[in-house]
């Protein structure tokens, strides 16, 4: 069982709507990554979270750490937030472990 | 542009090459990493350089060969690779993870690498 699990795989939504994209992770960890990645290849690392809740544009991200989850939103999404959205944890040894990935795709 | 650049960003190579895979980064980062990523698979971590001393090598074959010259460069040596090495790898890098200091990692667009 992967450390990092995310769900659901894959997501497909149209133009518009709202999007909630799930991480669950099993470790004790420092920090938690959200992470997109284009179909070509490139990652931006779009969240860095320790507690709480974070906000850049349509993106909001939060975290419960008891709870050892955290959820990334997309508000009126768009075809151009098709991407595979990756959540990575910082545990104890200070390595970045990886979930599998969830693949949004967003039509018009 | 995310500060770290690869290159190349597609690599063809038979089984009997030697290539090597770079990375280049201007974010005055002293940490730096590659991953490598299977269809359908977890990103894996393959080599952490840290203040440019090897720190983790996680039971890599030793077919792949890391080197890091200064804290800005990293390259990776390929030399007799198998089909299942095809894959993309990526090179991230940092600011040295220390306890306490939570630190965010920027990639380069990976190599996507296809062994023949």
């Known amino acids: 069982k992967n450390e990092v699990e995310q769900s659901p795989q894959n997501l497909t939504a149209q133009e518009g709507e709202f999007i909630t994209i799930n991480c669950s992770y099993s470790v004790g960890i420092s920090a938690l990554h959200w992470l997109q990645q284009h179909p070509g290849g490139g990652i931006v690392s779009l969240f860095m979270l320790s507690s709480g809740k974070k906000k850049h544009g349509r993106l909001i991200a939060t975290i419960n750490i008891q709870e050892k989850h955290s959820s990334l939103h997309i508000t009126a999404s768009h075809p151009r937030d098709s991407a595979v959205y990756i959540c990575?944890?910082?545990?104890?040894?200070?390595?970045?472990?990886f979930g599998k990935g969830t693949k949004l795709t967003v039509n018009p | 542009e995310t500060g770290v650049t690869q290159t190349p960003r597609h690599l063809v190579m038979g089984m009997t090459n030697k290539k090597s895979l770079k990375c280049e980064q201007h974010?005055?980062?002293?940490?730096m990493y590659w991953y490598k990523q299977s269809a359908k698979k977890p990103l894996e971590l393959m080599f952490v350089?840290?203040?440019?001393?090897?720190?983790e090598n996680n039971s890599v074959p030793s077919r792949f060969s890391p080197e890091c010259p200064n804290s800005s460069h990293l390259f990776l040596h390929l030399h007799t690779l198998q089909p299942e090495d095809s894959a993309l790898y990526l090179c991230?890098?940092?600011?040295?993870?220390?306890?306490?200091?939570?630190?965010?990692?920027?990639f380069g667009q990976g190599t996507r690498l296809t062994v023949v």
């Open positions: 350089y840290s203040l440019e001393e090897r720190v």
């Open positions: 990575a944890v910082r545990g104890g040894s200070e390595k970045l472990v």
């Open positions: 991230a890098s940092s600011q040295a993870p220390n306890r306490g200091r939570n630190t965010e990692a920027f």
């Open positions: 974010l005055g980062h002293n940490a």
